[in-house]
């Protein structure tokens, strides 16, 4: 160990991935070298989530199973980066007293003096918010990636504050990025080979920056190259528009796949999860969809059991996603979050044995419509990026195609990051199993 190598561990969710990347590039530049093995570190930075109880517990067994590697190793030093570090700031270390430092979303360009530091045996804490950081002029480090599909954060923060959410206060006021920076950095991901990228923030559909919407920002980043396959997370139901759908619908190489959490299918729940739509609105967002863009696949974010919902709202809930047919939805328990108004104001008043029977209720209901929609594409046949070998058999490869969904098919002579056409011939909910078509 030269004192210099840095070893970051990311959970959470592709922004704090996004982020990894901009902090191994600050890092990088100020002469550290990023190690791929942590028994080459002298700091390990753990980019963490608070999103759920459960994700900091995570999190916190993982900062105490380094003790023993600090046993080992006294010049090792920690570091917490990320939602849980802006979270819980300096009690964060007065908790866990292996953690040297803690270091919020918008105070990564520090890093460098802040390791310094701690070399020293100092300990500290940066935690301010920032209105207009965005790293736009931070070239991001691609690290552990596969070289095909890449993440380009577009804009940080949220103010949404639906009520069950820590978000707004661990990543700060929204704002959006430069567009120059962002066409550059998708033009300079494709000169080194890349051939997807997905643009990130908390609720792309509110992106704006010198008079440009995120309809035509991704106008631009499709203009790229058509070889160039556009993707984009996440959207919020209220702001998603027509425009937007449009733009989706006349390129080829924007993915035709759109991720619209909905959290509730009851009218009074999302009301009380100040989500500003309703059902109804939902509903008529998905007609929109499924009008403007015929072939779109659309998948979804949902929680069960927030604060006072009944078993008719939950109903609700299962009626709607019999109603949208989602090819993917993401599904949780709802976990109270210190500091949101739902916490302030709301009572977590669904036991949790309720909560776990609801969940299940959605999982099991999700994953036969998951099975159903796959079985209507048996023939189709696809476009698909091949990603790299699958990993229930490596004599397979596996890809994705426009709308998202995971194709897996023999490896003939084919490459990764090569455009296949694929017919399908069978499936499970999860994937679609087929044939190269030449
Ligand atoms: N409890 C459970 N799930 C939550 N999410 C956000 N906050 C909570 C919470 N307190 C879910 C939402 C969001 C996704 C990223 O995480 O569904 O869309
Ligand atoms: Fe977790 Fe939300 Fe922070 Fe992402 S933004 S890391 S999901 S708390």
Redo the contacts with the bound molecule.
Sequence with gaps: MDGKGVYIETY??Q??FADSEVVSSILSKAGYTMVADIGEASFVLINT???RDN?EQRIRNRVRELRARQGKHPRLRIGIL??MAERLQSQLMAEEDNVSFVVGPDSYRKLPDILSRVAEGQRAAEVELSTVETYADIEPVRMGGNGISAYISIMRGCQNYCSYC??PY??GRERSRDPETIVAEARSLYRDGYKEVTLLG?NVNSYHCGGVNFAELMARVAEVSPRLRVRFATSHPKDLSDELLHTMASYDNICKCIHLPVQSGSDRILKLMNRHYDSAWYLDRISAIRSIVPECSITTDVIAGFCTETEEDHRRTLDLFKQVRYDYAYMFKFSMRPGTYAEKHLADDVPDDEKTRRLEEIIALQGQIALENNRQELGREYDVLVEGPSHRNKEQYFGRNSQNKVLVFDRNSVEPGQYVRVRVTDCTAATLIGQLVD
Aim: hydrophobic share 40%.
């Design positions: 959470g969710c922004m704090n989530c608070a999103i994700a990320g939602c820590v978000v661990t990543r908390q």
